[in-house]
């Protein structure tokens, strides 16, 4: 049995019977005036942290959302497009699909605002998404690309890209792990399938990304996760793994590289109102700014005594120029 199809069976599992303990379920419930949240659908919020923030769904947007669980993400997102198909829920798992449609139903007897055919679930997977291509404004995954190996997880990232309107976002939750695994832990399936097995180095994820042709990337938190331990898994030591949350966006990808936001600022605190770089970057006194790694190293590389460049705060929360 293929590490897909042990996925496939977990997943089939936990829409038959949900499986609180699943996932480590931490991300917020949205607080929005008159949006309520079956219970339902909380006990199947299969996700490591959160995704999509509010703030990406401006302007009545069209969401695509793979990897559907009990619907509580996609209700949320509902909120932001009360239109026909406005969100569109991709899931390989048939039992995942009509557990979502069931819980619609229920969402609809609690919020008066909501539709259920607001949300158009569709079978499908990552690698395969039906879906038209430029059609998608916001494209989100959450716990899920974690599942794939290198050629799989490039695919997954590419069939996003490929859907996304010019200047669309994919916005996901992952976990991710700076410490090696053994080739048992990584060739674990039920590992893989529970998104732990199959975790990158943070840099290793961004480049998928930039080289799937993302011309910016935000890093907006890392937070903790899980512990791989020797005695509950083959390994010989402890194994952190943070989830991080990353939006992906499909700008032009600029001549000089991608630009990659780290939570860096740039603070000039010299003699004169202000500073400008004469490439798009300009500091008031005293003020941060927020920039790009990019920028970061070349301000840094201008070896001025009145510039500041913070450190990574890996929490970046939109804002300043790249």
């Known amino acids: 049995m293929s590490y897909l199809e042990t996925t496939k069976n977990v997943y089939k599992d936990a829409a038959l019977t949900p499986d609180v303990g699943l996932c480590c379920t931490t991300n917020p419930i949205w607080e929005l005036p008159g949006l309520k949240i079956p219970k339902i659908m909380q006990e199947m919020n299969y996700g490591c942290g959160s995704t999509v923030h509010p703030r990406d769904l401006v302007n009545n947007p069209k969401i695509l959302y793979v990897g559907v669980g009990g619907g509580m993400e996609l209700l949320q997102f509902a909120y932001f497009s009360r239109q026909e198909n406005g969100v ?5 798992v048939d039992e995942m699909l009509e557990a979502s449609r069931k819980n619609f139903k229920e969402a609809e007897t609690q919020n008066s605002w909501f539709q259920s055919n607001f949300v ?29 190996k290198t050629e799989e997880l490039k695919k997954a990232i590419s069939e996003m890209y490929r859907v996304l ?27 893989r399938a529970l998104c732990l097995s199959g975790s990158l180095p943070i840099k290793e994820y961004v480049k998928m990304l930039t080289d799937a042709g993302f011309g910016t990337i935000e890093i907006r938190a890392r937070k903790p996760y899980r512990i791989l331990d020797p005695v509950h898994y083959n390994t ?16 032009p990808m600029p001549k000089d590289g991608p630009c990659v936001f780290t939570g860096k600022a740039a603070i000039y605190f010299g003699e004169e109102d202000y500073f400008d770089d004469k490439n798009g970057h300009v500091l008031l006194q ?7 790694d990019k920028t970061a190293n070349a301000l840094k590389n201008l070896n001025r005594s009145d510039i500041f460049i913070s450190e990574s705060t890996w929490h970046y929360d939109g804002g300043g120029c790249c």
Do not use: W
């Open 236 to 251: 010989n030591e402890l194994i952190y793994i943070e989830s991080i949350e990353v939006a992906a966006i499909k700008d």
């Open 286 to 292: 005293n003020q941060p700014l927020a920039v790009c």
């Open 88 to 92: 569109i829920g991709v899931d390989v």
């Open 120 to 148: 158009d679930l569709k079978k499908g997977d990552a690698l395969h998404l039906p879906v038209e291509d430029n059609s998608i404004d916001v494209a989100a995954q959450n716990c899920l690309f974690n599942i794939f």
């Open 165 to 191: 309107k010019p200047h669309g976002r994919l916005v996901m939750s992952d976990p991710t792990c700076e410490q090696p695994m053994s080739d048992e832990l990584r060739n674990d399936d039920k590992l």
